[in-house]
C-alpha cells in the first residue's frame, strides 16, 4: 500500500553510478555501492577522478536519502498506520545504523585523500571544513544510542498525534481545537483551552519519561565524543563555526531588554482592549476588538489557490516553482487524525523537489505556515541545479531566512485572502507574532542550554527552571490556578523532543528576514533578486557569506536588533 500523496517523481539528473531498480530496505543492495566507492577512491589519479567520485557519493547519498524522506514522510502522515510505522523504524533500526559508519569511512578517505589539496579551494572549502567535522565526531558507539534517540522521537511524535478531545459531542485533534481560541466568546475560549491541557497534561508522566531517555541518551552521545556536556557538543553537531553558546545568552538578554517592552505593551494594549483586570491564556489570540475570528479560507484547496495568487504577484519564477508542487502533488496540508502534529518542507533529494507537510484547520496562522513552508520550498527549488548534495542544503539559520522572509514578502499581497479590513488586520497579527515569538524562542533555547548544562537534575528542577524562564519572558499573563499547565508548556514544543537546540536558529534567522523586509520596503526588485541569489548558493559558502548574498548582515546582537524592532513598532502603529 502506498501511503505517500505522490507517486512516480522524476529524477532531476539521470543516474549515472547507482543502479536504476535498488531495494532500500535491503542492506545487501546498498553495501555494495559504499565498497566500489571505497575502492576507486584509491585508483583517482587526477583532481577531476576525485571530483567524480564526490559526484558519485552525491549521487548515493540522494538516492538513499530520497528512500528516507518518503519513509519519514509517509510516517508523519499516517502515524496511526502500522506500516508506515514498521517501514520507517526498519530504516532507523536497520539501514540507518549500517550507513553511519560507511558514510564515516568514505568522509576518513577524501579527508585523507593526497588529491584533496589540489581541488579548488574556493569551491569545496565548505565541504572540506564540514567533512573533517564529522570525522571528528563520529564514535562507533553512538551509533546504536543514535538508534535508540531516533525511536523516542518516533514515539513523542506517535503520542502527539494520537491526541483528541471529546468538543461538544464531537472528536477533535488538539490542531483542529485552536481555532476556537479566536473566538469572542471568553467562555468557549475557556472551555476550549483548559479541555487542550487537561488532555496534554494527561500525558505528561509519558512525556517525561520519553525526554528522560533523551536527555540520557543525549549525554552519553556528547561523552563518547569527548564532549564534557551536550551543548558543546550539540554546537559542533550542528556546525555552528560563527556563534557560541555565549552568543546565544546575549541574544536572550538582547531580546529581554529590546523586545520584551514591546511584547508587554502589546499585552497591555490587549487586556485594555478586551476590558479585562489580567490576560488569561485563553485570551491571547482572540481579535483584542471581540470581532470575528480571521477566516482566510474553509477548504485548503482555497489556502493552495489564494497562495498561488500571492507567488503569482511577487515573482513569476516563484509562482511557476508552487504550481510544480501542486501539478506533482508535493502538498499535504489538512489537518486530519492520525496525522503528526506541526508542519514542515521535506527535501526530495535524488528528485531535488520539495514536500510540504502542514495541519491547515482554516485559521491565519496557517496561511503564515504555508507562506513559510513555501519559502524552505523555494530553497530547494533554487539549488536544483547543484549537483553536490551537501551543497543543497544550506545551515538551519540561513534555511528559515528563506521561510521567514517568505512570510514578510508574501504578506504583502495578502489581499488575495482577505478584503481591505482584514487584510490589515492579518498583517498586524503577523507583526505582532513576530515580536511576541522572540521571548519564546529565548525561552526555549535558554531552557535547554539548562537541560544539557544541568547533568542529573531531577524533574521538580527542570520544571523550575522552565517557570523562571517563564517568569522572565513570559509577560505580563495571569496563569492562577493553572500552574501545571505553565510549568509543562514545553511539552508541546516538537523541536526539544525532535530536533534538540534547533530553535535559536528561527530567532537569528527572524532578525535576517527583518532585514531583507526592511529592504524591500526601499527597494523591492532588488530586496527580491538578493533574497534568491542567497538561496541560489545553497550550503556552498559560509553562514556570514550566505547572509551578505540575501543582503542582510549575519548579526544578532542589541545593536542589530533595535533598528528592526522600530521599524516594526512603525509598521505596527500604521496597522491600528
Known amino acids: ?222 561523552k563518547n565524543a569527548g564532549f564534557k556536556n551536550y551543548v558543546d557538543y550539540a554546537f559542533r553537531k550542528s556546525r555552528r563555526f560563527d556563534y557560541t553558546p555565549a552568543d546565544c545568552l546575549q541574544f536572550h538578554d538582547a531580546i529581554e531588554k529590546e523586545i520584551m517592552p514591546v511584547v508587554k505593551e502589546l499585552q497591555g494594549e490587549r487586556r485594555s482592549q478586551l476590558q479585562l483586570p489580567s490576560l488569561r491564556p485563553w485570551d491571547l489570540g482572540v481579535d483584542p476588538f471581540n470581532r470575528q475570528p480571521l477566516r482566510p479560507f474553509e477548504q485548503v484547496d482555497k489556502m493552495v489557490s489564494c497562495t498561488q495568487k500571492i507567488f503569482n504577484q511577487l515573482d513569476k519564477s516563484l509562482a511557476g516553482g508552487f504550481q510544480q508542487m501542486q501539478d506533482l502533488r508535493l502538498l499535504d496540508l489538512a489537518n486530519r487524525k492520525g496525522k503528526a502534529p506541526g508542519g514542515y518542507q521535506s527535501t526530495l533529494a535524488e528528485s531535488r523537489l520539495p514536500f510540504i507537510f502542514m495541519n491547515a484547520v482554516g485559521v491565519q496562522r496557517d496561511v503564515e505556515t504555508m507562506l513559510h513552508e513555501a519559502g524552505h520550498a523555494f530553497h530547494a527549488l533554487a539549488t536544483r541545479g547543484e549537483d553536490l548534495y551537501p551543497y543543497r542544503d544550506a545551515p538551519i539559520e540561513f534555511c528559515e531566512v528563506a521561510s521567514m522572509s517568505m512570510e514578510l514578502l508574501g504578506n504583502e499581497f495578502i489581499e488575495n485572502f482577505y478584503a481591505a479590513p482584514e487584510a490589515k488586520r492579518a498583517r498586524r497579527d503577523h507583526l505582532e507574532g513576530i515580536v511576541k515569538v522572540f521571548p519564546w524562542i529565548a525561552t526555549v533555547d535558554a531552557f535547554q542550554h539548562w537541560i544539557y548544562s544541568h547533568p542529573g537534575h531531577t524533574r521538580a528542577e527542570r520544571r523550575a527552571a522552565w517557570e523562571k524562564l517563564m517568569d522572565r519572558f513570559g509577560g505580563d499573563v495571569d496563569w492562577r490556578g493553572h500552574e501545571p499547565a505553565r510549568g509543562y508548556l514545553w511539552h508541546r514544543q516538537l523541536h526539544i523532543f525532535l530536533h534538540p537546540f534547533y530553535y535559536v536558529e528561527y530567532g537569528i534567522a527572524q532578525l535576517g528576514a527583518l532585514q531583507v523586509w526592511a529592504n524591500s520596503k526601499r527597494d523591492k526588485v532588488k530586496a527580491l533578486a538578493d533574497y534568491k541569489k542567497g538561496l541560489a548558493l545553497g550550503g556552498s559558502r559560509p553562514l556570514p557569506e550566505l547572509f551578505a548574498a540575501a543582503g542582510c548582515r549575519f548579526e544578532f546582537n542589541q545593536a542589530t536588533m533595535k533598528p528592526l524592532v522600530n521599524l516594526v513598532r512603525t509598521e505596527l502603529a500604521k496597522l491600528k
Open 1 to 222: 500500500m502506498n501511503l505517500l500523496p505522490f507517486e512516480n517523481l522524476p529524477i532531476a539528473k539521470p543516474r549515472s553510478f547507482v543502479p536504476a531498480q535498488v531495494d532500500w530496505s535491503d542492506w545487501n543492495q546498498i553495501a555494495p555501492l559504499y565498497d566500489q566507492l571505497e575502492t576507486r577512491a584509491a585508483a583517482c589519479k587526477t583532481p577531476a577522478d576525485l571530483e567524480r567520485w564526490l559526484l558519485d557519493w552525491s549521487e548515493l547519498n540522494a538516492a538513499s536519502d530520497q528512500d528516507s524522506s518518503e519513509r519519514y514522510i509517509a510516517m508523519t502522515c499516517h502515524t496511526d498506520s502500522p506500516d508506515a510505522e514498521k517501514a520507517y523504524l526498519h530504516l532507523v533500526e536497520n539501514i540507518q545504523p549500517k550507513l553511519k559508519p560507511r558514510e564515516f569511512k568514505l568522509s576518513q578517505i577524501f579527508i585523507d585523500h593526497p588529491l584533496r589539496a589540489k581541488l579548488p579551494q574556493a569551491r569545496y572549502e565548505v565541504l572540506d571544513r564540514n567533512t573533517e567535522l564529522q570525522v571528528q565526531l563520529y564514535r562507533p558507539e553512538n551509533v546504536d544510542l543514535e538508534t535508540e534517540e531516533a525511536k523516542l522521537s518516533q514515539q513523542y511524535q506517535k503520542l502527539s498525534g494520537s491526541l483528541t478531545v471529546n468538543f461538544r459531542g464531537a472528536e477533535k485533534t488538539l490542531v483542529q481545537m485552536a481555532r476556537f481560541l479566536e473566538e469572542p466568546d471568553r467562555a468557549l475560549r475557556q472551555e476550549t483551552w483548559e479541555l487542550v491541557v487537561n488532555r496534554r497534561l494527561q500525558e505528561v508522566d509519558k512525556i517525561e519519561d520519553i525526554f528522560d531517555e533523551q536527555v540520557k541518551l543525549r549525554q552519553q552521545i556528547a
